[in-house]
């Protein structure tokens, strides 16, 4: 049965970093692309970055890249979110969510439970 949990989240000054964890099973990461995703207050979720299962390609959207990283530990069957430089904006629910490929569409009822991620002075 797959499986995935995040975890990391927390209230964190602006600049400041968190890294997420979103530890999978029932499968290993050679078999899924893994996507981290975010919904904030009052908006829609959206697509943040994604790791492909072939060969461990990254791909972020515009508002992270440069600040956010996407690495996985095959060995635990984890994928990380390394979050730098945080800003308010980034104050947002994170989800973990599986694809065939990163191109692919969601893999339905995939997704964690999520990890609030606060950031605030």
């Known amino acids: 049965q797959v499986h995935v949990v995040e975890s990391g989240g927390g209230l964190v000054q602006p600049g400041g970093s968190l890294r997420l964890s979103c530890a999978v099973s029932?499968?290993?990461?050679?078999?899924?692309?893994i996507g981290w995703f975010r919904q904030g207050p009052g908006k829609e979720r959206q697509g943040v970055s994604c790791i492909s299962n072939s060969d461990g390609s990254t791909y972020y959207v515009d508002f992270v890249r440069g600040r956010f990283t996407i690495y996985r530990d095959k060995a635990k069957n984890t994928v990380y979110l390394q979050m730098n430089s945080l800003k308010p904006e980034d104050t947002a629910v994170y989800y973990c969510a599986l694809k065939r490929q990163c191109a692919d569409t969601i893999i339905a009822g995939s997704w964690g439970q999520g990890t609030q991620v606060t950031v605030s002075s």
């Open positions: 029932g499968f290993t990461l050679d078999y899924y692309a």
